[in-house]
Structures are given as structure tokens and as C-alpha cells.
């Protein structure tokens, strides 16, 4: 049995992953953390810090300092979830890629390795609504999904 629990850099996702946890402990699973690095979301923060600031001579500069900031922040996030999740003496990993969010979270839910897709509510903007990013694939996704509030 294996898990796939979705993060993107949000205190939600983080609830989802550590509820994961009692889950997976009960169950004896194992457990995916995967992410998405989407450079569209890089070129839209580069963009509105340009049209902010009026500084837009260097908009790629930002681009390029976004995007690695956006690879460690993801990468230092599950590195501290394994950290737990190792602690718990649960079988986890975890995997990050690169492309839009939408069709990257449905290949890898529907690659039929997986019995349940965990994920947050909200994401990131923390908006009082249910994710955009479930509303994109909660009908394309065979496993079941697990929202955590």
C-alpha cells in the first residue's frame, strides 16, 4: 500500500502530510511526498514584483532568483518531513518535478502505484475555498483523495 501526499509549500499541505502520518502507521503504507515545480508561478512573481516596483529591467534576474528559491524552499520543506516521517519509522520518499502542476499531479496519482492521494484544502494563497488544484483534478485522479482541513 502506498501513499501519494501532494505539497506545495503550504501550511496546509503540511497538515495533510502530517496527517498522513497517523494514517500511514496504522495502515503499514508507504508514503510519496511529491511536489511540483511550476516555472509559470516564477514568471508570475517576477512579473508582479516588476509591475510593483517599476524595476522591470531585470526581470529575468528576478525570474531566475525565484525559481531557486522556489527549488530550495520545496527541497528544505521535505527534507524536514522526512526527517519526521523517518522518526516515525514510516517508509517514505519523495519526489520533485518539473511542469505544470494540473498534469503532473494526475500522471503521477493515476501511474497506478498508489491507494490514496493526500493533500491540503487550501493552497499557498490560503484562500477561504477549496483548492483550485482539486477542482483541476479531483475527477481525473483514479485513487481516491483524502482533503485535509
Known amino acids: 500500500m502506498k ?39 516564477a514568471k508570475a512573481m517576477a512579473f508582479n514584483f516588476c509591475a510593483q516596483s517599476g524595476i522591470c ?24 518531513i ?10 517514505c520518499s519523495s519526489k520533485i518535478v518539473e511542469g505544470i502542476t494540473r498534469d503532473e499531479v494526475i500522471q503521477e496519482a493515476n501511474s497506478g502505484e498508489y491507494s490514496l492521494v493526500v493533500m491540503g484544502a487550501y493552497g499557498r494563497s490560503g484562500k477561504h475555498r477549496i483548492s483550485t488544484l482539486f477542482e483541476e483534478v479531483a475527477g481525473e485522479m483514479k485513487p481516491p483523495v483524502l482533503i485535509v482541513r
Open 3 to 41: 501513499y501519494l501526499v501532494l505539497l506545495d509549500g503550504s501550511k496546509w499541505s503540511q497538515k495533510a502530510a502530517l496527517h498522513a502520518i497517523t494514517i500511514a502507521k496504522r495502515k503499514g503504507a508507504e508514503v510519496v511526498f511529491f511536489s511540483v515545480l511550476d516555472i509559470r508561478e
Open 57 to 80: 529591467d531585470r526581470v529575468k534576474d528576478y525570474e531566475v532568483q525565484i525559481w531557486r528559491d522556489m527549488k530550495k524552499n520545496i527541497q528544505d520543506e521535505l527534507a524536514a
Open 82 to 91: 522526512l526527517y519526521h516521517y523517518n522518526r516515525e519509522r514510516i517508509r
